[in-house]
């Protein structure tokens, strides 16, 4: 069974700082990682997608990797802002087309 | 294009009352899900169908039934709603996209059983 485990669960940093959130997989065996952003009382929204013959995916001022052998991805972000402020999900698309999710890490970023 | 949609957004229950929760896709993917989301334990995936007239379990499906009525509707059925059923509920689709498959997430559904 895939168990997918992010650390930390919550990280607060100030404006500007570069950070990493990570996400480890049990089972390599996987489609793709996709990371989402979720903010207080809403749905998700699909940040980056990495197929599993990846190594990383760059949208903006986010970066992702993917090392499948080792189940770690991670998800970079550069100069965070507030508006970064939200818990971040990571999830693993099994060969079974099912997303197994992590609990995320709940992020802050001050003034 | 509204993507995934889900009925109601709210809405609160009895203990013993049964309701279905809506799910519609206008992106013509074949395959959706029902995942609940409590605090500290992420989403868990409820059922799932994999194209139209097919259902699947999944991690939690106790307590759920479901029913994937054409290829754009997934509907989620509380026969008797419990207190332990009180949680988030997302609706999601699945299809290709230029170099993957994705899924696709509604905005969810905040149940209350009292």
């Known amino acids: 069974k895939q168990e997918v485990t992010q650390i930390p669960a919550a990280l607060s940093v100030p404006e500007g700082e570069n950070l990493v959130l990570n996400c480890s997989f049990t089972?390599?065996?996987?489609?793709?990682l996709q990371w989402f952003r979720q903010d207080p009382g809403k749905g998700l929204t699909s940040l980056l997608l990495i197929q599993s013959s990846q190594r990383e995916q760059t949208s903006g001022r986010l970066n992702a990797s993917l090392d499948k052998s080792s189940g770690r991805s991670t998800l970079y972000i550069a100069a965070s802002q507030p508006g970064d402020s939200a818990t971040y999900l990571c999830a693993v698309d099994s060969a079974a087309s099912k997303l197994t999710f992590g609990t995320g890490t709940r992020l802050q970023v001050t003034l | 294009n509204a993507g995934v949609t889900q009925t109601p957004k709210f809405q609160v229950l009895k203990t013993g009352q049964s309701m279905t929760l809506q799910c519609a896709q206008d992106?013509?993917?074949?395959?959706m899900y029902w995942y609940r989301q409590d605090p500290g334990m992420g989403l868990r995936l409820i059922y799932y169908s994999a194209s139209e007239g097919t259902t699947d379990k999944g991690e939690v499906p106790n307590g759920y039934n479901v029913s994937r009525l054409n290829k754009r509707e997934f509907s989620l059925r509380l026969e008797s709603a419990a207190p332990s059923q009180t949680s988030v509920y997302f609706c999601?689709?699945?299809?290709?996209?230029?170099?993957?498959?994705?899924?696709?997430f509604g905005p969810g559904t905040r149940l209350t059983v009292t």
């Open positions: 999601a689709s699945r299809g290709r996209t230029t170099v993957s498959y994705e899924q696709y």
């Open positions: 089972d390599s065996a996987i489609y793709n």
């Open positions: 992106m013509n993917h074949n395959s």
